[in-house]
């Protein structure tokens, strides 16, 4: 984006979109030109466009050879005056949950695996990767949940990219740092035939709301595949939770994983997630935003492009899910991504876009018409 004391409107000609920044927040802009996809899966009519600042992590020299083939699916947070980094490192077994650290968000220590591979035939021994993390601060002893994907399945070797059912397990430990216990005899949900999270029930952020836990998971229908982003409820982490009957958004939006932000300035929560594209194949082509006052309800119109390859500066198709924390004036984006017209699983690095603060949801009204 351009930034000058007051707003500023560029036409890209080549893209037929309208980006405006302003000096203070970043605000919604119409697309000229939404996407048209073959299937006519839904298009994003605004943007909402983050400024890229570029790879922070790259894959390959993890430990023990733990990210050697790709590093993606990042969950960032903060605890004290340290950020945390979890991302799926793609190692010489599979794909495993790994660690990194920093102090400034640019500059990373990878620790690596924080999980290992479940027993043959379990429900994570193929795949113990993407952990979202939840500190209990209301207990005495101040426990730290993860919620991360386990599958049984994964393509052949060398890649061992994990397969459906994506389901979500769980793991606890004193410290963000671990170790890390897995707790098998809990199950908080499961995917379930002939509903919308047949394929998929895989995890997402947690808001506390009241004396309620809300996972906002990702959820995918099978035969054929459209992926969607739900609610699962729980009083107690340690018990299972409770689907609700309907998704947050339609199965027709092709989106997943989830991580939230909210904007105090105008009572709003943002939530953030990967956009599912349609060109000879699919493949993870944006990063989206939805945006509500109402953190149980969603209008799926209130939409919009965040980060795309055409405010990415080194991947022009592929740009993986988001994970969002709060820097400031300013909310830190991460992705993954591929690199140039790459649209693989492998060979991913993790990169780092930013928003300025405050966001303003407030859609733009139409320009008159030309005289």
């Given at each position: 984006?351009i930034?000058?004391?007051?707003?500023?409107?560029?036409?890209?000609?080549a893209?037929?979109?309208?980006?405006?920044?302003?000096?203070?927040?970043?605000?919604?802009?119409?697309?000229?030109?939404?996407n048209?996809?073959p299937?006519?899966?839904?298009?994003?009519?605004?943007?909402?466009?983050?400024?890229?600042?570029?790879?922070?992590?790259?894959?390959?020299d993890?430990?023990g050879?733990?990210?050697?083939?790709?590093?993606?699916?990042?969950?960032?947070w903060?605890?004290?005056?340290t950020?945390y980094?979890?991302?799926?490192g793609a190692g010489?077994?599979?794909?495993l949950a790994c660690?990194?650290t920093?102090?400034?968000?640019?500059?990373?220590?990878?620790k690596?695996?924080?999980?290992?591979?479940?027993a043959?035939?379990?429900?994570?021994?193929?795949?113990?990767s993407?952990?979202?993390t939840?500190?209990?601060?209301s207990s005495?002893?101040?426990?730290w949940?993860?919620f991360?994907l386990?599958?049984p399945?994964?393509?052949?070797?060398?890649?061992?990219?994990?397969?459906?059912p994506?389901?979500?397990?769980?793991?606890?430990?004193?410290a963000?740092?671990?170790p890390?216990?897995?707790?098998p005899?809990i199950?908080?949900f499961?995917?379930?035939?002939?509903t919308?999270?047949?394929?998929t029930a895989s995890?997402?952020?947690?808001?506390?709301?009241?004396d309620?836990?809300?996972?906002?998971?990702?959820?995918?229908a099978s035969?054929?595949?459209?992926r969607?982003l739900?609610?699962?409820?729980?009083?107690?982490l340690?018990?299972p939770?409770?689907?609700?009957?309907r998704?947050?958004v339609s199965?027709?939006?092709q989106?997943?994983?989830?991580?939230l932000?909210f904007?105090?300035?105008?009572?709003?929560?943002?939530l953030?997630?990967?956009?599912?594209?349609l060109?000879?194949?699919?493949f993870?082509?944006?990063i989206?935003?939805y945006?509500s006052q109402?953190l149980?309800?969603?209008?799926?119109s209130h939409?919009a492009?965040?980060?795309?390859g055409?405010?990415?500066?080194?991947?022009r198709q592929?740009?993986g899910?988001?994970?969002?924390?709060?820097?400031?004036s300013?909310?830190?984006?991460?992705?993954?991504?591929p690199g140039?017209?790459?649209?693989?699983?492998?060979?991913?690095d993790?990169?780092l876009?930013?928003?300025?603060?405050?966001?303003?949801?407030s859609v733009?009204?139409?320009?008159?018409?030309n005289?």
């Amino acid at each position: 984006m351009i930034r000058t004391c007051t707003c500023v409107f560029l036409l890209l000609a080549a893209t037929s979109i309208i980006v405006r920044a302003d000096a203070t927040g970043t605000s919604l802009v119409p697309i000229e030109t939404p996407n048209i996809y073959p299937d006519h899966r839904p298009a994003a009519k605004f943007r909402l466009a983050a400024t890229d600042a570029g790879i922070v992590l790259k894959h390959g020299d993890g430990p023990g050879g733990c990210d050697q083939l790709g590093a993606r699916d990042i969950w960032v947070w903060k605890d004290q005056d340290t950020y945390y980094m979890h991302y799926d490192g793609a190692g010489p077994k599979g794909w495993l949950a790994c660690l990194a650290t920093s102090t400034d968000l640019t500059h990373w220590t990878k620790k690596g695996p924080v999980l290992d591979f479940g027993a043959p035939g379990s429900d994570d021994s193929a795949s113990a990767s993407y952990g979202t993390t939840y500190l209990d601060d209301s207990s005495a002893d101040k426990t730290w949940y993860m919620f991360y994907l386990g599958t049984p399945h994964a393509s052949p070797a060398p890649d061992f990219v994990p397969g459906f059912p994506y389901l979500t397990r769980i793991a606890t430990a004193p410290a963000p740092t671990g170790p890390w216990t897995k707790q098998p005899k809990i199950i908080p949900f499961q995917v379930k035939p002939d509903t919308y999270y047949a394929g998929t029930a895989s995890p997402g952020q947690i808001i506390k709301k009241d004396d309620e836990y809300l996972m906002f998971f990702s959820a995918s229908a099978s035969n054929p595949v459209k992926r969607t982003l739900s609610i699962a409820r729980t009083r107690d982490l340690t018990h299972p939770w409770t689907i609700q009957s309907r998704p947050i958004v339609s199965i027709e939006e092709q989106v997943e994983n989830t991580s939230l932000y909210f904007e105090p300035t105008n009572q709003t929560w943002f939530l953030f997630t990967n956009h599912i594209g349609l060109a000879s194949h699919e493949f993870t082509d944006a990063i989206w935003v939805y945006w509500s006052q109402d953190l149980e309800h969603w209008d799926a119109s209130h939409k919009a492009i965040v980060f795309d390859g055409t405010n990415c500066k080194w991947s022009r198709q592929c740009i993986g899910l988001p994970s969002v924390v709060q820097v400031g004036s300013r909310l830190a984006i991460f992705y993954d991504a591929p690199g140039g017209d790459n649209t693989i699983h492998m060979g991913r690095d993790v990169g780092l876009a930013w928003l300025d603060l405050p966001l303003n949801p407030s859609v733009p009204s139409s320009p008159p018409p030309n005289p």
